[in-house]
């Protein structure tokens, strides 16, 4: 492995050369936190109470020169890289504002090199943080009268380039600039000395090859990055022949585009589904698949995670091609429910690999749905109890799938649940009603629309698609007991505000007027004999039990 290792300063990073950080490397994601550790580091120093600060190993891979610049990739560091660069940035834009022109000239040198063409280029250059150079190059050729004028957000915001890509990068300088406007034009400078003298090791390698390795060492415990920063460089450094890192690079490049801020969840869910994952275990996500892989095969590793990161966006933003699929990921992303994620993933790898049927498939998300809101929803029970049955369930659909196993699942998340009795127990304490406080708030709402709209699509065997409402059939003003699931069912709109004040038998021909089957049901059940809300609500636990969860057919 050739490499080369010396001990520097800031001074000497910043000057006559360029650094790329790749759209693929590690966003960047320090904070406050972060910020306010660097910051009272460099005071020790500015102050004289400590004679300098280190920011520990830079690993950086040569790419020749582009323009008579030395030009490195960032490999390891690219966070201090960045802060250092907009501190540098804040610095300058303070000195520029009080009119410090001459300290200003004496420090551009940090941000800018001078190539052969005689162009100017940024030294460091995330490729996908562009409001960074957007701040360098504003504080840099704005003219002192018109920075002067501008508030630190003021000039934020002018150099604002994406916000969801670059609020670390803005929050970052704002809390600098925020910091250096509250200092003496001599202090000021201190920090600036104290800033350019930190010392770091600089790690220079000529390969991708050993840019890997020596990243993978400096970061062996995992507690500076997260998983798939590190499970990134384990697939680039085992990844052969060489001529495949290019286009893995941009498979990955998609997945992290794809998953966004969901791509930690996602890598502990597939670890989960494929490898069992125990995430009781003191391991992290990252060395469970690096013990199991042992860098063998990380192109087929690369593939399936694409394939299931590909399958993880449609749990947040589901395609409507499959109304089952969108309906019940739709539901589950609303009530954020994440313990079945590996379980779905398991089950739409089966059905790409036609192992699955889609009836079977789509009857198998429904009864997930189902089980959740009878067992979360209407039992109250806690969900995370689940989680080891549903992951023992994930790994063995994805890896022995069988329908039998499948089966066998099914029954194990039927057994779950309470008996006949005790669901018809917490049905009872569904309702809601604006007259009684115990179901007055918005939440009882919610969990009454959930129950309702299980029975009534099970009851007419279609989706809902039309604006409904809850009609109380009898006056729920009138009895505690009338806010009860029993006493409710959907109405449209229109025909519920026709329903106002009338008495039940007058009510029957506008429910007869319902496009929907549990009004005109409801009619004919009850249009000769007395309608007790009590006995709706234990028949109603019965259907849902017996009819939409077919506990009977175990």
Known sequence: MAFDAKEKTVDTLFQNVVYVIPRNQRRYVWTNQNWTDMYEDILLVSDGISTSHFIGSIVLKDEGKDDGLPKYTVIDGQQRIITLTIILTAIMFTMKKRNMLDDFGGTDKYLVAKDIKNKFREIVYPEYHLSLPKIVNSVLKMEQNEIEKKSITAFSNHCTISVSKDKNIIDCFKFFASKFESLDNEFLLKVRDAVINIGYVNIISTTDEDSYTIFEILNARGLDLEDHELLKNYIMRYMHPIELRDDAKRIWEEIENNLG??????LRHYAIHKYNYDRKRDITVYKEIQNVTKGRNVDRLLDDIKIKSDYYTQFYSPSEENPIEYKVFTFFRQKRVGQFRPLLLSLMHQKASENLTIEKYNSTLQFLCNFFICYKIIGEENSNMLSDSVYKSAYILENEYANEKLDECIRNLKSKLPTLESFTNSFKNVGW??????YKNTKNKDRCKIVLELIEEHVSNR????DVTIEHILP???????????????LEENLNRRCKDKPLLEKHDIYNESSLMCPRSFVQRYSDKEFIPYNRTEFLAKLIYNNILNISEQ
């Open 261 to 266: 801020r969901n791509i930690q969840p996602f």
């Open 433 to 438: 009603s604006n007259y009684w406080g115990i």
């Open 463 to 466: 989706t809902i698609n039309i």
């Open 476 to 490: 729920d003003s009138n009895s505690i007991e009338n806010a009860q699931i029993g006493n409710l069912f959907f």
